[in-house]
T-cell receptor
């Protein structure tokens, strides 16, 4: 079955550390996205990529970095520069035409800074 | 600047009654609209969509209405069931754009009580 896999489901990070969240899809989708969900804030776009080796900043990219070396993978690194990283992170993918048919979402990663 | 707005953060409805969730948008270039449903600690799942060439789309208990002149859409759930209790996100896209991204509202928490 095709889908998107995010790992780990729960992640704890000490202040000052970088952490990387994994996102893998086998849907053969060209575009991939990272969103952050906070209570009352909805889904806010961090980064997105429409093709391999290319990506763009979303609305809240500061303190985050991404790479897109393979079509299937779009890892997100939360750096120590991100001032409030505790949140629920969602990865999504779509066809190259983007939002024609909407996104398929992963099940999310809950990141907690301790 | 929020281009998609869900002004009601929460809605409480009795089982069997109709639930009406509302969404407004500001960008007149949006031509495709979607509703997603999200349970806690899970990724959103696609519920129903509508193209701007239509004013209504129905799928079982779910109906989406679009009023382009008012830049308003609504999701009707009839009859409401306790399993419908979740956060509902409205999303919109401009399919003519090369960016291919969805713009999400902040979500409405629907609670259906017995």
């Amino acid at each position: 079955d095709g889908g998107i896999t995010q790992s780990p489901k729960y992640l704890f990070r000490k202040e000052g550390q970088n952490v990387t969240l994994s996102c893998e899809q086998n849907l053969n989708h060209d575009a991939m996205y990272w969103y952050r969900q906070d209570p009352g804030q909805g889904l806010r776009l961090i980064y997105y990529s429409q093709i391999v080796n290319d990506f763009q900043k979303g609305d809240i990219a500061e303190g985050y970095s991404v790479s897109r070396e393979k079509k299937e993978s779009f890892p997100l690194t939360v750096t120590s520069a991100q001032k409030n990283p505790t949140a629920f992170y969602l990865c999504a993918s779509s066809t190259m035409t983007g939002a024609d048919y909407g996104y398929t979402f992963g099940s999310g990663t809950r990141l907690t800074v301790v | 600047d929020q281009q998609v707005k869900q002004n009601s953060p929460s809605l409480s409805v009795q089982e069997g009654r109709i639930s009406i969730l509302n969404c407004d948008y500001t960008n007149s270039m949006f031509d495709y609209f979607l509703w997603y449903k999200k349970y806690p600690a899970e990724g959103p799942t696609f519920l129903i969509s509508i193209s701007s060439i239509k004013d209504k789309n129905e799928d079982g208990r779910f109906t989406v209405f679009l009023n382009k002149s008012a830049k308003h859409l609504s999701l009707h759930i009839v009859p409401s069931q306790p399993g419908d209790s979740a956060v509902y996100f409205c999303a919109a896209s401009d399919r003519g754009s090369t960016l291919g991204r969805l713009y999400f509202g902040r979500g409405t928490q629907l609670t259906v009580w017995p």
